[in-house]
T-cell receptor
């Protein structure tokens, strides 16, 4: 079945460092891809999404490009802030069937000043 | 727009009691709602999918008699944990999907259930 694999954390960075969180997926159809963020004590918030190959999702300085050839959707940010400390989840949805989201295990990011 | 609320945010109950968690879409009609369970430091696991007016579809391994889901209206779904036990302690999260932007889900803030 469909699945999402993302790099294990925790990821610890200093403020203004470059961030990459790797995410790869396995899907039989043409999924939509998402990054969600979960701040401490809060629910999930959609960070960005891409619905077809070569689409780039971006929000709050974060970016991710839907790469069909490598089945990847890596999350990047050029300069992280302390406020970016959170858990980041990569997810996919089979857009053909409109099914529920399949999540990766989450990557904890900790940014220190 | 696209706000989903959950109530309560936290609940502590004794073993053997039942707990009801509500999930509401505040500003859109949710044709489908999903219930997830999140264990500490782990990912979200889909428990069930509910469509308004029909029975919920449960994922493999989820006991439908223990986790009762009702989606009686386009803005409300409830999850009832019956005869709760300590192993049911978890973070329960709902999400809702409307008729517009069919492929996007909006998540509630979650409910922390602790069973003593």
């Amino acid at each position: 079945g469909d699945s999402v694999t993302q790099m294990e954390g925790p990821v610890t960075l200093s403020e203004e460092a470059f961030l990459t969180i790797n995410c790869t997926y396995t899907a039989t159809g043409y999924p939509s891809l998402f990054w969600y963020v979960q701040y401490p004590g809060e629910g999930l918030q959609l960070l960005l999404k891409a619905t077809k190959a070569d689409d780039k999702g971006s929000n709050k300085g974060f970016e991710a490009t839907y790469r069909k050839e490598t089945t990847s959707f890596h999350l990047e940010k050029g300069s992280v802030q302390v406020s970016d400390s959170a858990v980041y989840f990569c997810a996919l949805s089979d857009s053909q069937a409109g099914t529920a989201l399949i999540f990766g295990k989450g990557t904890t990011l900790s940014v220190s000043s | 727009g696209a706000v989903v609320s959950q109530h309560p945010s936290r609940v502590i109950c004794k073993s053997g009691t039942s707990v009801k968690i509500e999930c509401r879409s505040l500003d859109f009609q949710a044709t489908t709602m999903f219930w997830y369970r999140q264990f500490p430091k782990q990912s979200l696991m889909l428990m069930a999918t509910s469509n308004e007016g029909s029975k919920a579809t449960y994922e493999q391994g989820v006991e439908k008699d223990k986790f009762l889901i009702n989606h009686a209206s386009l803005t409300l779904s409830t999850l009832t944990v019956t005869s709760a036990h300590p192993e049911d302690s978890s973070f329960y999260i709902c999400s809702a999907r409307g008729q517009i932007n069919y492929n996007e889900q909006f998540f509630g803030p979650g409910t922390r259930l602790t069973v003593l």
